[in-house]
């Protein structure tokens, strides 16, 4: 697509989905060397266990939060697993919801997102992106190019980048110079996080190895409902934390899934993310829903 030009398409996010604009129809956020923005990620609208019996709720509270922040990002990015079964009502609440935020919204799927062809289709449909018609694409915004790319393409096929998309990015990266700061949003960590749980993506070293040339590569995802960071070089991996139930370390258990905590203790667990890019780099910051 046309990067220079995205943000300006941010409606894309569906109808009841605000954005902040001017009058003169550009967004509101200062045009410095500066940038903030926000991550979300793997709301499972649609779950309702002891892990989390309320998970509209705690999406509700990370917006909450999230408007109530001193100076509005200039986006919100939720990496994926918005819905728990990518059944049309649960896409329903989540955009109700989600359509609270004063920022614009950016959505990437999860394998909860992509349950089938008729899952994928929903949420084509829920956040529509006609200058993605494959679901990755990339953009400019003050100095900085962000990548988001897509890993999940259905429930049993996660963690897979796929040739097509390589060659992409290949192509998309060519273009930019060494001492530009990349953003990668995904879902499932592009690293080997722990491969024996399917934390990891089959083919993602293949695009950690694009990435090496550039002075300052910050990749986010979601997928393990966790906050956990590694650095390799000079790129920098950070998972994010849910807003809908917390995962065991990995492990821990016997398996991935979800993690029943103490009541009082939840929030703690669960949280958002705000990412300002300056001086060449991005700076993260995890806040808990417990904290604000």
Same mark, same amino acid.
């Given at each position: 697509m046309k990067r220079a030009s995205f943000l300006e398409h941010v409606g894309w996010t569906g109808a009841g989905v605000a954005f902040a604009l001017t009058a003169s129809?550009?967004?509101?956020?200062?045009?410095?060397? +500066?940038?903030?923005?926000?991550?979300?990620?793997?709301?499972?609208?649609?779950?309702?266990?002891?892990?989390n019996p309320d998970v509209a709720a705690t999406l509700?509270?990370?917006?909450?939060?999230?408007n109530a922040l001193p100076q509005q990002p200039a986006f919100v990015m939720h990496t994926g697993d918005v819905t728990h079964l990518a059944r049309a009502d649960q896409f329903d609440v989540a955009k109700s919801i989600l359509g609270r935020l004063r920022a614009p919204l950016l959505v990437i799927p999860g +394998?909860?997102?992509?349950?089938?062809?008729?899952?994928?289709?929903?949420?084509?449909?829920?956040?529509?992106n006609p200058d993605a018609?494959?679901?990755?694409?990339? /953009?400019?915004?003050?100095?900085?190019?962000?990548?988001?790319?897509?890993?999940? /393409?259905?429930y049993e096929t996660m963690g897979v980048l796929g040739n097509e998309? @390589?060659?992409?990015?290949?192509?998309d990266l060519a273009a930019q110079k060494s001492d530009t700061p990349i953003v990668v949003f995904g879902h499932v960590p592009l690293y080997a996080l722990y491969p024996a749980w399917g934390w990891t993506t089959q083919d993602g070293a293949k695009a950690i190895a694009m990435l090496r040339r550039f002075s300052?590569?910050?990749? @986010?995802?979601?997928?393990?409902?966790?906050?956990?960071?590694?650095? +390799?070089?000079?790129?920098?991996?950070?998972?994010?934390?849910?807003?809908a139930y917390p995962q065991p370390a990995p492990g821990t258990a016997a398996a991935p899934g979800p993690l029943t905590v103490p009541a009082p203790e939840l929030l703690a667990h669960l949280g958002y993310r705000t990412v300002t890019v300056a001086g060449g780099a991005a700076h993260v910051e995890d806040r808990s829903l417990q904290s604000g």
């Open positions: 129809g550009t967004f509101a956020a200062a045009q410095t060397g +500066e940038l903030d923005f926000v991550q979300i990620s793997d709301s499972h609208i649609g779950f309702s266990q002891p892990a509700n509270a990370a917006v909450d939060r999230i +394998e909860h997102d992509a349950i089938g062809a008729a899952g994928a289709a929903r949420f084509a449909a829920a956040f529509p018609p494959k679901g990755w694409w990339s /953009f400019d915004r003050n100095g900085a190019h962000f990548v988001a790319l897509v890993n999940v /393409f259905n998309q @390589l060659d992409w990015l290949a192509k300052a590569v910050t990749v @986010l995802n979601g997928h393990i409902h966790q906050i956990v960071t590694q650095r +390799e070089g000079r790129i920098a991996f950070a998972t994010a934390a849910a807003t």
